[in-house]
């Protein structure tokens, strides 16, 4: 089944230069929020990551295309292991 991942905006205010979004799956509850909905960017799931902490797992279809969660660890060059992880366009 296909995921795709919607953005929408909740409340904007020029003056306040304050703007409200979030991501959803639900297109129809999507639409009810903003009729201007569209399909997330990939800058969009990483700002959601940061901002909340979820993350939206399998491929999901973006405005890009398709991606994916990607957590991959390695040894540093101090041999500590590190953790890379982000979404990649597949």
Known sequence: M????????VNSSKNSNICEWLLTT??????????????ATIDDL??????TGEVFNGVVTIKEGCCKWIETEYI????DIDIKCGYELL
């Open 76 to 79: 540093n060059h101090l041999g």
């Open 46 to 51: 990483h700002d959601w990551v940061a901002a």
């Open 2 to 9: 296909e995921v795709k991942v919607f953005i929408c905006i």
């Open 26 to 39: 639900n297109e129809k509850y999507a639409n009810q929020i903003d009729r201007n909905y569209s399909l």
